[in-house]
């Protein structure tokens, strides 16, 4: 009975680990691509938030080179991101009993261009919006601009890596 139950589990994890064996842990199917070039995205917004344009180009270029094998180059990548923050806005969300705000919302607005050269049917053109709520008796400064920010790209930068390599 022992040994039926050792040659059992042995099959078991064999078969697991073979059928694993094409995915990566990062979810991204990089192809044959080498390298991936991410261009600078202005700040086109009516609303202009002086750091966000090196911020989001940052962020997206680091979320690349962590969740892939890709080497950044600055022209000629086999996939290129290009685009432009087109959105970025605070409204009022939810409204106390002396009818004013209780709580704002920043939101993000970014488009983006993926070309990928050696998978053409792959390029995209979209937009990508993502937003943060906070206390509307704060300053949008300092820790609350800079924890808004951080939530808001980060969700930002990961759906573009699932619409571009994941193909979420």
Same mark, same amino acid.
């Given at each position: 009975?022992?040994?039926? @139950?050792?040659?059992?589990?042995? +099959?078991?994890?064999?078969?697991?680990?073979?059928?694993? %064996?094409?995915?990566?842990?990062?979810? %991204?199917?990089?192809?044959?691509?080498?390298? +991936?070039? =991410?261009?600078?995205?202005?700040?086109?917004?009516?609303?202009?938030?002086?750091?966000?344009? *090196?911020?989001?180009?940052?962020?997206?270029?680091?979320?690349?080179? /962590?969740?892939?094998?890709?080497?950044?180059?600055?022209?000629? %990548?086999?996939?290129?991101?290009?685009?432009? +923050?087109? %959105?970025? /806005? =605070?409204?009022?969300?939810?409204?106390?009993?002396? *009818?004013?705000?209780?709580?704002?919302?920043?939101?993000?607005? +970014?488009?983006?261009?993926?070309?990928?050269?050696?998978?053409?049917?792959?390029?995209?053109?979209?937009?990508?919006? @993502?937003?943060?709520?906070?206390?509307?008796?704060?300053?949008? =400064?300092?820790? =609350?601009?800079?924890?808004?920010?951080?939530?808001?790209?980060? /969700?930002?930068?990961?759906?573009?890596?699932?619409?571009?390599?994941?193909?979420?």
């Amino acid at each position: 009975m022992k040994k039926l @139950f050792y040659i059992y589990f042995f +099959i078991l994890i064999t078969i697991h680990l073979t059928s694993c %064996g094409i995915y990566s842990f990062s979810g %991204g199917d990089e192809g044959n691509a080498k390298t +991936i070039q =991410v261009d600078f995205f202005q700040n086109q917004a009516p609303l202009v938030e002086p750091t966000l344009s *090196q911020r989001f180009t940052q962020d997206l270029q680091d979320l690349f080179l /962590r969740q892939t094998n890709l080497s950044l180059v600055k022209s000629n %990548g086999d996939l290129r991101f290009e685009g432009e +923050i087109t %959105g970025y /806005r =605070v409204n009022p969300m939810s409204a106390t009993s002396q *009818q004013t705000a209780a709580q704002n919302r920043l939101t993000i607005t +970014i488009n983006v261009r993926y070309y990928n050269k050696l998978k053409e049917e792959d390029n995209f053109e979209k937009q990508f919006s @993502f937003y943060s709520d906070f206390d509307a008796s704060s300053q949008l =400064v300092g820790g =609350v601009l800079d924890n808004a920010l951080s939530e808001i790209l980060e /969700r930002i930068t990961q759906d573009i890596f699932n619409a571009s390599l994941a193909k979420w």
